[in-house]
């Protein structure tokens, strides 16, 4: 247990440096940025984009060193020799004062001070905690453990929100979908984006595929509101794909089509400036209205 517990505090130690990690990108993507900007510049006008430019490389090698010192604290986490140095190594992560880590560290706390009675009512909890876990809950540390999806490129957490959102029954449970989207605000930036991309890819399947078109209109209608780039090409599928389903009507379920569903990410996509999604416009200008 206790060597469970040094290692949930390393890939604690190890989120903390991904998120410092992410921010030196972002800086080295808004240099490159700047940098290009300059060389387009009269040579008279540079003067304050160098000054604009000198602070980012600051502030990037601040992320730099900062990124170094947690990738370092999370590899010290299991290089401690007895007790009594892992409590001196617990008491410096703290003194750092962030409450990312605290909690982490407080448990390990608790497990150096516990009584083996303590303990074993401890493993009891995590035993129930393992056993009452939902899909959601497990996709959702996973997107804060496993390093791959914590990197800077994108490709696979785009391909675990897809694998994910269409396995059997995930995107027609409405319980999995709430626990999603109550981490949408998530400070953690990889699991923001991980949970934003798989509802995006949950409602694709309801809007595509459900045969309840009220369902399916309701997840158009969600998607219409999402300002993420990635809910461009999902628009355009459901503008492009005429099918027929049942709706519920006074009367009851009566077969119908999805032209309003259709109508709907139309209507959005002529909002959004991106090629994609104006090349998806003009084609629909050449082609019959989705009522047609």
Not at 7 to 14: C, G, I, N, R, Y
Not at 235 to 252: D, H, S, Y
Request: aromatic share 6%; glycine share 4%; hydrophobic share 40%.
């Amino acid at each position: 247990m206790f060597g469970q517990g040094l290692h949930q505090l390393q890939s604690v130690l190890d989120r903390k440096a991904d998120l410092l990690q992410h921010e030196f990108n972002v800086i080295g993507k808004q240099v490159r940025v700047l940098s290009q900007q300059i060389t387009c510049t009269p040579q008279a006008e540079r003067a304050p984009l160098f000054i604009a430019l000198e602070d980012l490389y600051v502030r990037q090698q601040g992320f730099g060193y900062e990124t170094n010192r947690w990738r370092d604290r999370a590899r010290d986490a299991l290089r401690q020799p007895n007790p009594e140095t892992t409590r001196l190594y617990l008491k410096k992560l703290l003194a750092t004062g962030d409450d990312m880590v605290r909690p982490a560290v407080d448990y390990m706390l608790l497990l150096l001070n516990a009584s083996e009675n303590e303990l074993a009512a401890l493993a009891q909890s995590q035993l129930q905690a393992i056993a009452n876990a939902t899909p959601a809950s497990r996709y959702i540390e996973r997107t804060r453990t496993v390093h791959e999806l914590r990197g800077s490129d994108p490709a696979p957490r785009r391909l675990a929100a897809f694998e994910f959102a269409n396995r059997t029954g995930v995107a027609q449970n409405d319980q999995a979908l709430a626990e999603l989207e109550a981490v949408l605000n998530d400070p953690d930036p990889f699991v923001s984006e991980m949970m934003t991309q798989t509802i995006i890819q949950m409602h694709r399947f309801r809007a595509l595929r459900m045969s309840d078109l009220d369902v399916a209109q309701s997840s158009t209608v969600y998607l219409t509101h999402l300002t993420h780039p990635a809910v461009v090409s999902v628009l355009i599928e459901v503008a492009a794909t005429a099918r027929t389903g049942f709706t519920q009507q006074a009367t009851g379920r009566v077969e119908a089509n999805n032209a309003p569903a259709r109508a709907a990410a139309l209507a959005r996509l002529k909002q959004w400036h991106t090629p994609e999604a104006q090349a998806a416009v003009q084609a629909n200008a050449r082609a019959p209205s989705p009522g047609g």
